[in-house]
């Protein structure tokens, strides 16, 4: 079973997230910060991080570079999924880390064929 890890402090985006993941049947973790997101991904191997940029204290930039220093986390696609949606909010998400970007309101059909990708 595939293992996700997702770091946002909505609690009705989480449950969003929950539901359309479903279907998936993976494992689903959840944080609701930057700092308890980092700290189950120290403690535990993931196949998938989705995580909010907007997030309290520790925006989700920092917590996607501070996820890409973990050695066993090289690898593993982190996806943006935020309300960001500029001109430029792609790209600077990729270059800070991530590996996909989506934007808020989450579409169901393009967040659950972008998740199943990296599944």
Do not use: C, W
């Amino acid at each position: 079973m595939k293992r996700v890890l997702v770091i946002e402090d909505n609690p009705d985006n989480l449950l969003l997230v929950a539901m359309l993941l479903a279907p998936l049947k993976v494992d689903l973790r959840t944080a609701a910060d930057g700092p308890s997101g980092i700290a189950a991904a120290q403690g535990e191997a993931f196949d998938l991080i989705l995580l909010d940029i907007q997030l309290p204290g520790m925006d989700g930039y920092h917590v996607a570079n501070a996820l890409r220093a973990l050695p066993q986390l090289e690898a593993t696609p982190i996806v943006a999924i935020t309300s960001y949606a500029m001109v430029g909010d792609r790209e600077k998400a990729l270059r800070e880390g991530f590996t996909e970007y989506l934007e808020k309101p989450i579409d169901p059909d393009t967040f659950t064929d972008t998740v199943a990708s990296f599944l």
